[in-house]
């Protein structure tokens, strides 16, 4: 089988990708960041330890790899200012030593983490491969300058490479706001949603691993970027409803009304602005929460034949578990 190179090896998507991967029989090069960094012990993986940063390095652990998995990034966060540089240096230079590893290794088939983050922080309706990338934050832009450089590095080279635009990817981690929102609906901290029209995808993550195999098995791709997605949007109202009802949480008898929270989050902008301090509750909060991003994955569907088969509440009792176990063994 194939000698798959994985980098981000040990994070949240990484960890599935190598699993999946090992059991589907194909031979593993785990890059680590560093050596302290857990991998699976029940699982025969190569590991290797690589900053993406050192072409050096990096040229050392492609080298006799025939597909690459690049998933290694500085990920996007809120409070990141003046770090465009950081992304620059790991996004994108740190994309680019990996495509010059592969070339000189001859590695053929390159499969790159992306975000619909290119398209911009928000949607107007459904948008797909169609729509021109506006990427707005440092974040989004180095992913956009790394999905640039996939392209011209696979037309240049004649090697088969493809970005996937991924929306925010849920499992079982406590990375990432879908922890943070079970936790605070547990603890009654997190209040009520209003009926809210707007929609956004996610991405569950055994459907980013299905994916990743597609994209590692069929010979050719018709397009540059897809974008992955769950089979349809979600109102942001039903997921604080299912996961209040896994919960345990009764019904809520009363929803704030979106007035409020609009009202609440103006305050903790001027509680920030006064105080430079983190706030329950700011504008930018709020739109990421209540916003409109909604993405089509028909593309990859049509094209390569990726069918979803998770969806979010139908994945609820598995998340409830795994917050349950992480909390417990947290006290």
């Known amino acids: 089988m194939t000698k798959v190179l994985v980098t981000g090896a040990t994070g949240f998507l990484g960890s599935a990708l190598v699993e999946k991967l090992c059991r589907s029989g194909h031979h593993v090069r785990a890059a680590l960041r560093d050596s302290t960094q857990p991998i699976s012990r029940s699982l025969n993986v190569e590991t290797v330890v690589a900053d993406i940063r050192d072409a050096k390095k990096v040229q050392e652990i492609a080298d006799g790899c025939e597909a690459i998995v690049h998933l290694a990034a500085k990920v996007h966060a809120i409070d990141d200012s003046g770090a465009e540089t950081d992304y620059e240096a790991v996004n994108v230079e740190g994309t680019r030593h990996i495509l010059d590893a592969a070339v000189k290794s001859g590695v053929n088939r390159i499969v790159f983490a992306s975000s619909v983050k290119v398209f911009g922080e928000e949607t107007r309706g459904c948008i797909d491969e169609r729509q021109a990338p506006d990427p707005r934050t440092a974040y989004s832009r180095s992913k956009w300058r790394a999905e640039q450089l996939v392209s011209e590095y696979a037309e240049r080279h004649g090697r088969t490479a493809v970005s996937l635009r991924l929306p925010m990817v849920y499992g079982q981690t406590k990375n990432g706001n879908l922890y943070r ?9 997190f209040p009520a949603l209003p009926r809210l029209s707007a929609v956004r995808s996610l991405l569950h993550v055994e459907n980013f691993v299905q994916a990743v195999l597609l994209c590692l ?23 604080y409803d299912w996961l209040r009802a896994g919960l345990g949480k009764p019904h809520p008898r009363w929803r704030v009304p979106l007035w409020i929270l609009k009202s609440g989050a103006r305050c903790g902008d001027g509680l920030r602005f006064i105080g430079g301090r983190q706030v329950p509750l700011t504008t930018e909060q709020l739109t990421k929460l209540i916003g409109c991003a909604w993405y089509s994955s028909r593309a990859i569907e049509r094209e390569l034949d990726y069918r979803a088969t998770y969806s979010f509440e139908k994945a609820v009792p598995e998340l409830i578990a795994y917050y349950r176990e992480a909390a417990g063994s947290a006290c």
């Open 181 to 189: 929102m079970m936790e605070a609906i547990d603890q009654g901290r």
């Open 217 to 239: 098995r069929v010979s050719r791709f018709n397009r540059a970027a897809y974008i992955v997605t769950d089979p349809e949007p979600y109102c942001v109202t039903d997921l």
